[in-house]
Nanobody, 122 residues
């Protein structure tokens, strides 16, 4: 079992930056693909970014490419999402997820955090 806890959400203005963190505990040892997803009000859960266990490869959704960066620190069992140039359409609950398969489908991830709210005002 893996437990995931997100932090770092908040209320910011358009153009601001925010850094989300996800702390993993339990059976981690850096072997999971880690991902970030988000769900805006009235919308489906949406893929944001993922990173393989070694950190050597990342994948980022087109909607956030060039603005968001995913990274991980296996020694600390954390994964981060650096979000720059935030827009009102980035407003959502952001979820951290862990799984064994790299991909953008939420069904490919086995463990989920409770989410952290990000609100971007215009």
């Amino acid at each position: 079992q893996v437990q995931l806890v997100e932090s770092g959400g908040g209320l910011v203005q358009t153009g601001d930056s925010l850094r989300l963190s996800c702390a993993a505990s339990g059976r981690t040892d850096g072997r999971y693909v880690m991902g970030w997803f988000r769900r805006a009000p009235g919308k489906e859960r949406e893929f944001v970014a993922s990173i393989i266990p070694s950190g050597a490869h990342t994948s980022v959704a087109d909607s956030v490419k060039g603005r968001f960066t995913i990274s991980r620190d296996n020694a600390k069992n954390t994964v981060s999402l650096q979000m720059n140039s935030l827009k009102p359409e980035d407003t959502a609950v952001y979820y951290c997820a862990a799984g064994f398969m790299i991909g953008s489908d939420p069904r490919e991830y086995d463990y989920w955090g409770q989410g952290t709210q990000v609100t971007v005002s215009s």
